[in-house]
């Protein structure tokens, strides 16, 4: 009768530790702040459209395109005015207007040089947003399974630092009991402690990847975050190394950045040429003269035309360092294009390896790791609350299946991030 009686008071009391448990997992962990789920599709594209970063290198597409419109000038005219006296207050000869207006010709193609590098200079910057917006949706996608990570470490320690919490709880009933010694009634509330201050550090690192959500979507609300909304699910892809690189080499925009790096250099070239062709001054002119009544030499008044041409000698071209510059550019944009070909074929190389040992990795988890360290957990607590084991053991099979879980969520996340990285490199995407 006794014994059934000790038995109740022990269910009662742990009764009620559970409960204060809850409320003060409650006090603990703040998961009651707005969110708006989002999946990666939906952020993706808030990225594409509001990223701010983005939405300013745009505006460097518009400015090469008004280049384009700075290359169409011509020369602009110029109109000149003169007056003259001729002593006519003393000597009566007369005084005078003259007007002209002169402009230059310009010859060798200048005009279409320039208007021919602008618009490559257009191409150039249109690849190089291109190449902007892959690296920024590959980063973008980083973060959110950053955020995704972080929020699921979060639950393993909380849920670590419940069940410490509660065995911490339960330990001190028993002590007073006389069921265990103090000594591990003072280990197991030492050990919930220790769990719930890194409970605070990994609660304040998944807030931290969610705000990044939100500056990569150009908008941060202080009182609401958005937070992934998907999981570490369809990332098993079946690539084809050879076609991989092929389609990186063919489509990569940064190779289409080198590329038209390459063209915007002869484009140069041929300016450059273009402007040392000389260039002819055409000058159109009149003269007004007024009656001279000088009585030794009167002259009646007239008007008088001029036209001509002014040649300028290019003793300059002589010198010939703005040739040579721009070959030896056209040369630097050819091997620059050849190692931009071989890192690609590097990094999708590099990539795939590492996609596929991440996949690997992550399979080798779901084939019975975590269920192998939650039995033993659950085996080392049942056998501890019978007084058959150590409180030390049942701690290093808490602290086995913490890392087992993190490691877990970590080799999942590596599996994304291969994957980010690997598509990234080959200039595809079709993460959903």
Known sequence: MKTKNFNIIYLLLFIVVMNNTKALAQQSADTSFAKIKLPLTTFLSLVGKQNLDYQAQKYNVSIAEAGIESAKVFPD?????????????????????????????????????????????VELNKAMLEDYFRNLRADASLAYYTAMQNFYIFQVQKNSWENMDKLARADSIRFKLGAITETDARQSKLEAGTLRNTLFQNEADWKTALVQLNLLTGKVHADTLFMPSGDFDKLDRDFSLGNLIANAQNNRADLVVALNTKTAAEKSLQLVKANRTIDLGINLGGTYNAAATNEIAPTPAYHSLNAGLSIPLKFSNHYKGDIKAAQYTIKQSAVQYDQVLLQIQTEVLQSWMNYKAAKKQATQFKNGLLTEAQKVLDGKTYSYKRGETSLLEVLNAQRTYNDVQQNYYQALFNYASALITLERSAGIWDLQ
């Open 77 to 121: 005219p110029e109109l000149s005015f003169g007056a003259f006296d001729n002593q006519n207050a003393s000597k009566k000869l007369g005084y005078g207007y003259n007007a002209g207006l002169s402009t230059t010709l310009e010859l060798g193609g200048k005009r279409r040089s320039r208007i021919d590098l602008a618009k490559s200079e």
